[in-house]
Structures are given as C-alpha cells and as structure tokens.
C-alpha cells in the first residue's frame, strides 16, 4: 500500500506546479498504472496460458481500484498529510527510482504483449 502512496506522491509533485488541482492526476494516473499492469497479467494468462475470464472483469478491477485509491488516500483529504511525510522523508531519490522503473515496467510489458499477440495471430510484425 506503500508503494501506492508513492506512485500518488510523484504524479502530484509533477502536476503540482502545473495545475491547480493535482490530485485528479494523481488519482486517476497511479489508479491507471495499476490496473494496466493488473489488466497484462490477466491478457498473458488468457492469450498464453489459456485460462478464460470474462471482459466484464475488467471493470469490476477499475472500480475497485480506484475505490480503493480514493478511500484510502484521498476521502476526507488524508493525500495532504501523507504526502508531506513522504516528503519528510531522507531517501526520496530511490523511492523516485521506484517509480520511474515501475512506470517503465508497465509501459514496456504492455508493448511486449502487443507485438507477442501480433506475431502469435498473425505470425508477423
């Protein structure tokens, strides 16, 4: 859940200076984050190792996940005060790595099953 707070700290500080309200940038970026890497593992199990689900699952997995973003973070205004003692924090520069390689993980398995379902469906690029 940590690790959450962390994805929420980074998208707001980025849209802090940019916009008046970056805790809609926040909410919604770290929540798609999620639920895009939620949502790979769910198309690698269903293409390549043949266990079915429903594509209504989908939606049930982003109301719960922003749900649960919503309610543990941002109900009641609670962001405020986490983020300052994220910001308090000594080793923010690593937990920045963090982001920035979970970022690039879900970026990059969401092309890789891409061009594998391309090449396993129609044997090209």
Request: glycine share 4%; aromatic share 28%.
């Amino acid at each position: 859940m940590k690790k959450l707070f962390y994805l929420n700290y980074f998208i707001y500080k980025f849209y802090e200076k940019r916009d008046p309200d970056p805790f809609i940038y926040s909410f919604f970026g770290s929540s798609l984050l999620v639920s895009l890497n939620l949502m790979s593992i769910f198309i690698i199990l269903q293409d390549f190792v043949g266990f079915q689900f429903s594509k209504y699952y989908s939606i049930f997995i982003f109301i719960f996940l922003f749900g649960f973003n919503y309610f543990s973070l941002y109900k009641n205004s609670k962001h405020k005060e986490i983020f300052f003692t994220i910001g308090q924090e000594d080793n923010l520069n690593r937990k920045f790595l963090f982001f920035l390689t979970y970022s690039f993980f879900t970026i990059a398995l969401i092309l890789l099953i891409v061009v594998c379902i391309r090449i396993k469906n129609f044997d090209a690029l």
